[in-house]
C-alpha cells in the first residue's frame, strides 16, 4: 500500500511540473508595463522573428545572456597595416547602438579595418563554447581516468560508474565491429569525438549557451579531421578499389573512376551537413514555437507553446545522442573500410 | 517592372513555404515506413524488441536529417526575402 502511493506520487508530480513550467514561461513573454518600452526607439511592438532566430543561431562577439546582462567577448584581429590587436568587443557598443571603434568598424559580425577585410581570430561565443565544452571533457574524463588508476581491480564508482557504461558502449558498439583488428588504434580520437559532439549538443540546449556543433565550421573541422585519418591510413586496398575496381569490365571502370574520386569527398560532407543541420534546424524550431508566444502576445498561446517546447527538447535530448552516434558511427566505418585487409580471390 | 519584380519575391516564398510542407511530408512517409516495418519485426519476434528499437531510432535520425536539409534550404529563401 506504501509503495502504491509513492507510485501515484511521482506519476502526479511528473504531470504537474510541466504545467506548472508552462503557465509560469509565459510571463517572460509579456512586455512590459511600457515604462521605459515607450521611451525607447525600438520599442518592440513588432518584433523581427527571422531577425531574432537567425541571431541566436549564429555566432557573435558579444555574448547575451539576457537583454541586460552580455559579455562583451575579446576580439583578436590581424590586419597587415595595423597588426596583432586586442580588444573588448564591447568598444564596438555604445547603448545598444552599433559604433566604430577608431578605424575598425563592425557589420552584422564582420570586422572591418577601414572597410577592408581584417583576420579575424576572436574569441567569439562559439569559440568560448568551445573551451568550456573542452574544459568539461578535461575535467570528467581526468576524474574518470584517476579513478580507474587508484581503484585498480575495485568496482567503479561515483563519475566513473556513470562514464564506464557508455565507454564501453562506443567501444564495444560502435568501434570494435567497424574498424575491426586494428581497433585499439583508433580507439581513443573516436572516443573524444563522440563525447565532444555528445556534450557539444548537449551544452548548446542549456539556456542562454551558444551553438557550439551547430556552427558548420566546427562540424567541418570534425569532418576534415576524419578526411585525413581515413585518406592517411589508407592501404593498397583501400586506393585500388577507388581507382581500379576490381570486379568491373575496363569500360565501367573508367566512368566508375571520376564517381569514386568524387565520393572521397562527399562522405566527409555528408558528415559536415548532417551533424550541422540536425542541429540548428532543432534550435530552429524551439526558436520559431517561443516566437510564437510574443507574436499573438496571449497566455494560452504561452502556456501551449511552452508544453511543446518542452516535449521538443526532450526529442533534442534524444537527438543529441543519436548524432554523436551516427557522426562516430560512420567515421569509425570509413576507417575501417580504409584498413580493411580481406583475401584477394580470383576475380581481383 | 515593379509589379512583376514583388512577383517574383512572393512566388519565391510561396516556393519555400511550399518547399518546407514537402519536406514534413517525406519526412513523414520515410519514418511512417521504419517505424512500421519496426512494429512488424517486433511484433513476430518480441525477444528483438529492444534491438529493434535501437535501430529504429538511429535511421529515423538519419531520414530526418534529409528532410531538415530541404527545411533549412526553404528558412534561407524565406530569410533572405524577408
Known amino acids: 500500500m506504501k509503495r502504491l502511493f509513492s507510485h501515484q506520487k511521482h506519476m502526479i508530480l511528473a504531470l504537474l511540473l510541466p504545467l506548472f513550467f508552462a503557465f509560469f514561461s509565459p510571463v517572460f513573454g509579456q512586455h512590459g508595463d511600457g515604462e521605459h518600452q515607450a521611451a525607447e526607439q525600438h520599442a518592440k511592438a513588432e518584433m523581427n522573428v527571422s531577425d531574432v532566430i537567425i541571431d541566436h543561431v549564429k555566432d557573435s562577439h558579444v555574448w547575451h545572456f539576457t537583454e541586460s546582462v552580455v559579455l562583451p567577448l575579446p576580439v583578436i584581429v590581424y590586419t597587415k597595416e595595423d597588426g596583432l590587436k586586442f580588444f573588448s568587443s564591447g568598444n564596438f557598443y555604445e547603448h545598444h547602438q552599433v559604433v566604430p571603434y577608431g578605424d575598425y568598424t563592425i557589420d552584422h559580425e564582420h570586422i572591418f579595418y577601414k572597410s577592408q577585410p581584417v583576420l579575424d581570430l576572436s574569441i567569439t561565443k562559439n569559440v568560448a563554447m568551445l573551451f568550456i565544452n573542452s574544459a568539461l571533457m578535461l575535467l570528467i574524463f581526468g576524474t574518470v581516468a584517476r579513478a580507474y588508476g587508484k581503484r585498480k581491480g575495485l568496482a567503479p564508482k561515483g563519475v566513473q560508474s556513470f562514464m564506464e557504461p557508455i565507454i564501453l558502449f562506443v567501444k564495444d558498439e560502435i568501434v570494435k565491429p567497424n574498424i575491426g583488428p586494428k581497433y585499439w588504434k583508433f580507439l581513443p580520437y573516436i572516443l573524444t569525438l563522440f563525447f565532444f559532439i555528445f556534450f557539444g549538443n548537449l551544452l548548446g540546449l542549456l539556456p542562454g549557451a551558444a551553438n557550439l556543433t551547430g556552427n558548420i565550421a566546427v562540424t567541418a573541422c570534425l569532418a576534415a579531421l576524419t578526411f585525413v585519418i581515413t585518406n592517411v591510413n589508407g592501404n593498397k586496398n583501400y586506393w585500388s578499389h ?107 | 517592372m515593379l509589379f512583376s519584380l514583388i512577383l517574383d519575391i512572393s512566388y519565391a516564398i510561396m516556393g519555400a513555404g511550399i518547399g518546407a510542407g514537402l519536406a514534413a511530408i517525406g519526412a513523414g512517409i520515410g519514418i511512417g515506413r521504419i517505424g512500421g516495418s519496426a512494429m512488424e519485426a517486433m511484433a513476430r519476434q518480441p525477444e528483438s524488441a529492444n534491438k529493434l528499437q535501437n535501430s529504429m531510432l538511429v535511421i529515423a535520425a538519419l531520414v530526418e536529417v534529409a528532410a531538415l536539409f530541404a527545411l533549412v534550404i526553404c528558412l534561407l529563401i524565406s530569410f533572405k526575402t524577408a
Open chain 1, 242 to 348: 577507388i581507382f581500379w575496381t576490381p570486379g568491373v569490365p575496363n569500360a565501367l571502370r573508367i566512368i566508375i573512376l571520376p564517381v569514386e574520386i568524387i565520393g572521397i569527398f562527399t562522405k566527409p560532407f555528408a558528415l559536415t551537413v548532417r551533424l550541422f543541420v540536425a542541429i540548428t534546424a532543432g534550435h530552429i524550431v524551439l526558436l520559431a514555437l517561443t516566437s510564437l508566444t510574443f507574436i499573438f502576445q496571449s497566455w494560452f498561446v504561452g502556456i501551449g507553446t511552452s508544453l511543446v517546447n518542452l516535449f521538443i527538447s526532450l526529442i533534442e535530448l534524444l537527438v543529441a545522442a543519436i548524432q554523436a552516434y551516427v557522426f562516430a558511427m560512420f567515421t569509425s566505418l570509413y576507417i575501417g573500410q580504409a584498413i580493411e585487409e580481406h583475401e584477394h580471390h580470383d576475380s581481383h
